[in-house]
């Protein structure tokens, strides 16, 4: 009782601090310019961000279909698989760095729940390694007032993490039945990050672009700097932190506060709040496994 009181003080100070920022935001900005962008995109517009966040979608499914089978002894069932994906966009909204999305532990089937938590634990690995993958990159062509070296020393680190995790696999004692699993499955999910990653990077451009003309080439490095937010985990889904990393990257060429505001919290709508829905509905539906959590 005790832990579940911390728990919903938690997540209403994670709610307060995410509406404090957003006040703040909206304060110094034309909060009416934000929602007159937000209701000027086009339906072409709009239908093309669709279209990319269901390829994110797709490719994000496909990737937690691979980290279950890591496990050699799991047996796919794709409906199993479809509703703990669906699931885990709901309850990544419960906790900051949405560490609640462990809870998709009582929903997938034929298999142990430790298990399936080291499958939650790689699939998290994997999605922070590509964003900062991205952002070490993108660091080279936007901080240009740092050393070179030192830019791209960073981000070829960055770039051998999924190696240095199959030498940290093959050499922990625990992990080794994974070796094999993790071999074959590692590269696919690297190539479906890439696609996943750069999918939001056109939903970025063709929002900004409905406004102001820029590049692909720098909404992509830009991007890439504000998703880096998504990995701090400090306010509710990202909200208000992500607006504010908007802002003050895109400034650089340009791009006003409400421009940039109006595009990020629109990619949240689309990519990560309407499709939440249908995990909150599975939720409900499995009652017995949400009391568990």
Known sequence: MER??????????KIGLSALILFFIFKKIDFSGVVHN??????????????????????QYYNWKKFLQINPEYKTSESDIIKSYLIGLAL??????????????YYVKNTSKK???????????????IIWFFAGWASIFYFNEYSIVLRVSIASLLTLFPIVLYFVVSKVKKL?????????NAIKVVLSQLIYETSTFFQYWL?????ISISLFKTAYSTALILFSNTIPITFSGIGLREVFAINVLAKYGISSEIAVAAAFSIF??????????GVYFIFKNKQNSKQI
């Open 4 to 13: 579940l009181t911390k728990n919903r003080i938690f997540f209403f100070l």
């Open 176 to 184: 080794q039945p994974y070796q094999q699993t993790y071999k074959q």
């Open 269 to 278: 709508i689309f990519n990560d709040f309407i499709p939440s829905i249908l």
């Open 38 to 59: 937000i209701t000027s995109y086009s339906f072409v517009i709009v239908a093309a961000v669709l279209f990319f966040a269901l390829v994110k979608h797709v490719t």
């Open 207 to 211: 929002f900004i672009n409905t406004f």
């Open 115 to 129: 298990n399936t938590a080291l499958s939650i634990a790689l699939e998290k690995v994997f999605g922070t390694w």
């Open 92 to 105: 990544r909204f419960v906790m900051p760095g949405g560490l609640a999305t462990f809870g998709k532990v």
